[in-house]
T-cell receptor
Framework: GAVVSQHPSWVICKSGTSVKIECRSL??????MFWYRQFPKQSLMLMAT?????????EQGVEKDKFLINHASLTLSTLTVTSAHPEDSSFYIC?????????????FGPGTRLTVL | GQNIDQPTEMTATEGAIVQINCTYQ??????LFWYQQHAGEAPTFLSY????GLEEKGRFSSFLSRSKGYSYLLLKELQMKDSASYLC?????????????FGRGTSLIVHP
């Protein structure tokens, strides 16, 4: 399957600081990437859909000014958690849509575990 | 929202076969995925169905019936390492976008 990387894999930061998470599709171009967060023992919650060259589409209840998404190229999307607070601590996972040939599936990055102190 | 239902937990014996069911609403359907997720890790892709029928891939098979809004994931020759959460995800088309929605996952416990 396709490879999607995420960086960093984990981060600990102080309350009030901003954290940037990168998501890269390594062997394919992804015009669409998705950002999820997941709390322990719960399902994935879609935060936003990131489209290359246009503004992200946020799900209801997700603050777009707090979770800034930039999909600057066909292989990179970034999520910046601004002014992070302890309640933002979570597992953030990106995925990229692979539409090469007959394929139209979605591969996940390894996730980023954010802990806000 | 779109409701996706799958059992919360299942148990099975090593070497056996287990079937995990998933039902969903059919409006705007654009494909169904199964993922495996071990605790503390991101999901890994298992299968993708967009047409009716059975897709077989080694010990894992996935079935889809679009008219019934139903899919199942079949795991054969179960191994201890298959203990994980199995996520059913449905992609819907909405206003030109294709939105993936995940079920809550089925926690599979494989015991000796």
């Amino acid at each position: 399957g396709a490879v999607v990387s995420q960086h960093p894999s984990w981060v600990i930061c102080k309350s009030g600081t901003s954290v940037k998470i990168e998501c890269r599709s390594l062997d394919f171009q992804a015009t669409t990437m998705f950002w999820y967060r997941q709390f322990p023992k719960q399902s994935l919650m879609l935060m936003a859909t990131s489209n290359e060259g246009s503004k992200a589409t946020y799900e209801q209840g997700v603050e777009k000014d707090k979770f800034l998404i930039n999909h600057a190229s066909l292989t990179l999307s970034t999520l910046t958690v601004t002014s992070a607070h302890p309640e933002d601590s979570s597992f953030y996972i990106c995925s990229a849509r692979d539409r090469r040939g007959r394929t139209d599936t979605q591969y996940f990055g390894p996730g980023t575990r954010l802990t806000v102190l | 929202g779109q409701n996706i239902d799958q059992p919360t937990e299942m148990t099975a014996t090593e070497g056996a076969i287990v079937q995990i069911n998933c039902t969903y609403q059919t409006s705007g359907f654009n494909g169904l995925f199964w993922y495996q997720q071990h605790a503390g890790e991101a999901p890994t892709f298992l299968s993708y169905n967009v047409l009716d029928g059975l897709e077989e891939k080694g010990r894992f098979s996935s079935f889809l019936s679009r008219s019934k809004g139903y899919s199942y994931l079949l795991l054969k020759e179960l191994q201890m390492k298959d203990s994980a959460s199995y996520l059913c995800a449905v992609r819907y088309s909405s206003g030109g976008s294709f939105i993936p929605t995940f079920g809550r996952g089925t926690s599979l416990i494989v015991h000796p």
